[in-house]
């Protein structure tokens, strides 16, 4: 039997937002078996904001929630790094409107899980066990879920730059591989945009710090940390996304040159067809196998 984790102790992170530029003091906390993942806004009596779909209100540049006015931003990493660390509930604490960027990636949210440890809660996991396909598509940008009997993503993205170009990467989830080969992987951006974004009120706590900067044929803060860097953050910010569904995902994720956008309407659309999944202990899924599907797209 899996059993819904949550964290041990009480842990926190500090640094400023990617686009608000603003500090921010974010503190995980545990939370009960069965209440998923809540953010409380300390600096406004710590009104709550569920992390799960119907309270997504934007995704340009990044996935943010609103409740009754009150806003989350950037939640994609915080929540990809608990579904790369298999952690059901908990509670996450801000002091401001948007989750600090920290090092761009994933991998200073699962650093502070590791340091809080993990505790196995008294409730069985259950997960959305995908059934049936279900694919989207707006001009070239596709993105698909399909029956599997395990967590499996593949991103392609194409950008017409000489260090990124065609990217194509495909990991399982069930192995373990999150930790060491997408939560590292850091947010990017190209020089040439940075100063329309600011006049959007984007990227205001951007830096080389923070994010990987391409310049016209180069980088402005080599090294990368992988050679294929940048699928593989797509794929960090895809699992943060589909985290709204509200449990673990069974099922495989194809997605080509999509982002926040497509993410979220895939899992919009997902809920909104109960037909496409069902929900299930990982040992009753697996009593009824997904089959493979031929129209699983070959990309990756």
């Not at 069965?34 to 709550?48: A, K, N, P, W």
């Not at 029956?147 to 069930?174: C, R």
Request: glycine content about 8%; hydrophobic content about 40%; some cysteine.
């Amino acid at each position: 039997m899996k059993p819904e984790q949550t964290i041990r102790i009480p842990v926190e992170c500090r640094g400023v937002g990617l686009h608000s530029g603003a500090p921010v003091r974010a503190r995980i906390l545990p939370a009960p078996a069965g209440s998923g993942i809540v953010f409380h806004r300390t600096d406004l009596e710590g009104f709550q904001v569920e992390a799960v779909s119907r309270n997504v209100a934007r995704v340009s540049y990044a996935t943010s929630l609103m409740k009754k006015g009150v806003l989350i931003s950037t939640t994609e990493h915080v929540l990809s790094a608990f579904i790369g660390c298999g952690i059901d509930n908990a509670i996450v604490e801000l002091d401001n409107l948007e989750l600090p960027i920290l090092d761009g990636s994933a991998r200073p949210f699962v650093e502070a899980i590791r340091r809080a440890g993990i505790r196995k809660q008294r409730r069985r996991r259950t997960y959305l066990c995908i059934r049936r396909e279900l694919e989207l598509r707006d001009g070239d940008k596709f993105i698909g879920i399909y029956p599997a009997d395990t967590y499996s993503v593949g991103y392609t993205i194409n950008f017409p730059h000489p260090l990124v170009g065609k990217e194509t990467l495909s990991v399982d989830l069930s192995d373990g591989n999150y930790v060491a080969q997408i939560a590292p992987a850091r947010t990017f951006g190209f020089l040439h945009e940075a100063d329309a974004m600011r006049q959007q009120g984007l990227i205001r706590g951007a830096s080389t710090e923070n994010c990987v900067v391409l310049t016209r044929d180069g980088l402005m803060n080599p090294p990368l940390r992988f050679a294929d860097e940048f699928v593989r953050h797509k794929i960090l910010d895809l699992i943060g996304d589909l985290a709204l569904v509200g449990k673990q995902i069974l099922g495989r994720v194809v997605a080509d040159r999509a982002g926040h956008a497509m993410h979220t309407a895939l899992v919009s659309r997902i809920l909104r067809d109960r037909t496409l999944w069902e929900e299930a202990t990982l040992e009753d899924a697996l009593t009824k196998p997904a089959s493979t599907h031929d129209a699983v797209p070959q990309m990756i």
